[in-house]
């Protein structure tokens, strides 16, 4: 199907590497966030989430990190390895709703 | 199933058309949502429906949209008179009413409004 993103920012790391992906969120009252992975012609997928009153959560291989005093949210992603490349989201959550950012294209090159 | 599944998978219309979208939410959940991805975009709410309660219509663009959820299952969405505009991905996600806050998706309904 047609990749989603097409105009999206991108981050292109070498397998083995690091990734951080980077997110700002707009509301000091978001209680709870979450990252969700994007394939191409697929819906989102839950990563990880993170409450509020906490700081970080780690996950396999993933790990968030929620900076509140600046409103920053990053993932943290281990070893890169091809099949992480997809579309990664942000999302925070307002009265039920989950806002979503614009998200960030992850190419993973060998 | 174990998923959301969404039908169509897609949708080739005329403008002026009216269409109708379908999403199977997991067995169970209460919650359940309508989002809509625009190409290079990020996912914008539509509607939420939760349990029994009045649906949160608060994201719908116009009163073209409309959606309803029958038995507290399956939902439609639909979209009357389509404008060109109206062409993107149509995503349903569901909740459990364990855990309100994580969503799983469907695969997707991609509207095409020639």
């Known amino acids: 199907g047609e990749s989603v993103g097409l105009h999206l920012p991108t981050l292109s790391v070498q397998e083995g590497d690091n990734s951080i992906i980077n997110c700002a969120y707009s509301?000091?009252?978001?209680?709870?966030f979450i990252w969700y992975k994007q394939e191409s012609g697929k819906g989102p997928q839950f990563i990880i989430d993170i409450r509020s009153n906490m700081d970080k959560r780690q996950g396999q291989r993933v790990t968030v990190l929620l900076n509140k005093t600046v409103k920053h949210l990053s993932l943290q992603i281990a070893a890169t390895q091809p099949g992480d490349s997809a579309v990664y989201f942000c999302a925070e959550r307002r009265y039920n709703k989950l806002i979503f950012g614009a998200g960030t294209r992850l190419a993973v090159h060998p | 199933g174990a998923g959301v599944s969404q039908s169509p998978s897609n949708k080739v219309t005329e403008k002026g058309k009216d269409v109708e979208l379908r999403c199977d939410p997991i067995?169970?959940?209460?919650?359940l949502y309508w989002y809509r991805q625009s190409l290079g975009q990020g996912l914008e709410f539509l509607i939420y429906?939760?349990?029994?309660?009045?649906?949160?219509k608060s994201g719908l663009p116009s009163d073209r949209f409309s959606a309803e959820r029958t038995g507290g299952s399956v939902s439609t969405l639909t979209i009357q008179r389509t404008q060109q505009e109206d062409s993107a991905v149509y995503l349903c996600?569901?909740?459990?009413?364990?855990?309100?806050?994580?969503?799983?998706f469907g695969p997707g309904t991609r509207l095409t409004v020639l």
């Open positions: 067995s169970g959940h209460t919650a």
């Open positions: 996600a569901s909740s459990s009413l364990t855990s309100t806050d994580t969503q799983y």
């Open positions: 429906f939760q349990g029994n309660s009045a649906p949160d």
């Open positions: 509301n000091s009252a978001s209680d709870y």
